[in-house]
């Protein structure tokens, strides 16, 4: 299936050098030249990765970022940050983005990021219907809300993140550090006890016998794994 890549960037010859690269990597590619119209075009088409200027008129690219996030949307994001601005990758990945590539890039790096993102990208039932059920669980991803047996989880903000995540990435064995960069924002070097915690917690909230896990397994010496 061929990819819908949204690149929100006001430069115009970026916007078609970068276009026609996409397009030659078989991509399907849609543009917008300012905040206002990335934000209407994610929110109404469904994207398979979002490639997104920091620096953009009307509407900075971190808050066309954290409005897509607040409308529910789990669409990648890629952030094209200014060379130096050690603190727009930071703000960016806790606002939700999933990577950034810092600019003037390299062609080929930013292709390999994009090839990257997708392959870890969410399928994209979830994005499309914004709910997904495993057991007796009922996860509504922008109601953010789970439910058992239609009884509402009390999970906190971090361990919903949590939860997403693995719904997201389903399947994989995913590192405590992965987990706390992706889902905390915190680097690798912090503690990863904390993704212990929490995947402790969340497994007494959803897992009928939390000592013996059916969906949030433990891959011995790697991480964890969400078998839905
Ligand atoms: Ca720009």
């Not at 960016?92 to 090839?115: H, Q, S, W």
């Not at 996860?139 to 949590?162: I, K, P, Y």
Request: hydrophobic content about 40%.
């Amino acid at each position: 299936m061929r990819a819908n890549v949204l690149f929100v960037e006001d430069e115009e010859a970026l916007r078609m050098t970068v276009g026609d690269r996409l397009r030659n990597e078989g991509y399907a590619v849609e543009c917008a030249a300012d905040g206002d119209a990335g934000f209407e075009k994610a929110t109404q088409i469904p994207f398979d990765l979002i490639i997104l200027d920091v620096m953009l008129p009307h509407k900075s690219g971190f808050d066309v970022c954290r409005d897509i996030r607040q409308a529910g949307l789990i669409t990648p994001i890629l952030m094209l940050t200014a060379r130096g601005q050690t603190s727009d990758k930071v703000s960016g990945l806790k606002i939700g983005a999933d990577d950034y590539v810092t600019k003037p890039f390299n062609m080929l790096e930013l292709m390999a990021r994009v090839e990257a993102l997708l392959r870890r990208a969410p399928s994209r039932p979830v994005a499309q219907t914004g709910t997904f059920d495993f057991g007796s669980i009922h996860v509504d991803l922008v109601g953010t809300e789970a439910t058992h047996d239609g009884e509402v989880l009390n999970l906190s903000a971090r361990e919903f993140q949590l939860l997403r995540y693995f719904i997201e990435h389903r399947g994989a064995t995913l590192s405590r550090e992965e987990l706390l960069k992706q889902v905390w924002g915190y680097s690798a070097d912090m503690y990863t006890r904390t993704v212990d915690v929490h995947v402790a917690s969340l497994r007494q909230k959803l897992e009928e016998d939390p000592k013996q896990p059916k969906f949030i397994l433990t891959v011995q010496g790697l991480g964890y794994k969400f078998k839905p």
